[in-house]
């Protein structure tokens, strides 16, 4: 099994490029954004209190979006590997996937971390707006947060898996194509690599 982490900020592309990458290697794609949104969607106690947090962007309670993740994990036995989109966002978060991967005897094999300035995500996330129908994505104070959000709890992530030598950096700006070549680069070279 091999597994993988899309890293980056809000609006760094992880949700799309996530897309392209599960139909290429088969991977089991794990997204929290997606599960709390159908949270949201099915009107549960859950989504409701997601929805409130998420409007401000802010994070949502690190034993929710775990608890979510470990049933996830549960419920798909055998997969070739997971991608990781939009968790872990904190350390907290990090350190529990590390122990349930470990229990079912894996581990990240890579952590890519998408590169966008600032001005570029704060654009894409208003022209997302247009047709996303999401309350978290028309207010530039709203994104202005979610980015300091990401700045002081979710940076850590990246580092807490440096320290294994685990994070490869990739440049976010350009065609959705060429990202795209861009990280397949980075995983095939990893996935061949022995463990
Ligand atoms: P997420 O659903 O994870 O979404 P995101 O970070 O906003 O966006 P993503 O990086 O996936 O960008 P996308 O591909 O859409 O999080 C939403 C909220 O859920 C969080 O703020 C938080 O409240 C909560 N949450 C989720 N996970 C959590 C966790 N683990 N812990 C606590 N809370 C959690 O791309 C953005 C836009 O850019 C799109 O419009 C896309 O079309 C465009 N785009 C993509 N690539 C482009 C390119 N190359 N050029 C130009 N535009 C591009």
């Known amino acids: 099994m091999f597994n993988i982490i899309l890293f980056g900020p ?28 159908s949270e949201i969607a099915n009107k549960t106690p859950l989504g409701l209190e997601a929805k409130s947090l998420m409007d401000k962007g802010q994070l949502v309670p690190d034993e929710v979006v775990i ?29 529990a996937l590390d122990k349930l991967l470990s229990l079912k005897k894996s581990e990240i094999g890579v952590v890519v971390a ?12 208003l022209n997302r707006a247009k047709t996303s129908g999401r309350s978290d994505d028309a207010d530039e104070q709203v994104q202005r947060n979610r980015l300091s959000v990401y700045t002081r709890d979710t940076l850590p992530v990246a580092d807490h898996y440096r320290t294994y030598g685990k ?18 680069a ?10």
């Open 114 to 125: 998408l590169q966008v300035p600032e001005e570029e995500l704060i654009s894409r996330m």
């Open 167 to 184: 994070v490869e950096e990739v440049v976010g700006l350009g065609s959705i194509e060429d990202i795209f070549g861009r990280l397949t």
């Open 67 to 95: 608890g979510m993740i470990d049933s996830a994990l549960d419920a798909n036995p055998g997969v070739n590997g997971f991608l990781f989109d939009g968790f872990p966002r904190t350390t907290a978060q990090a350190e």
């Open 186 to 195: 980075v995983i095939d070279s990893k996935k061949g690599a022995p463990a």
């Open 10 to 37: 809000p609006g760094s592309g992880k949700g799309t490029q996530s897309e392209k990458l599960i139909d290429r290697y088969g991977f089991k794609h794990l997204s929290t954004g997606d599960l709390l949104r």
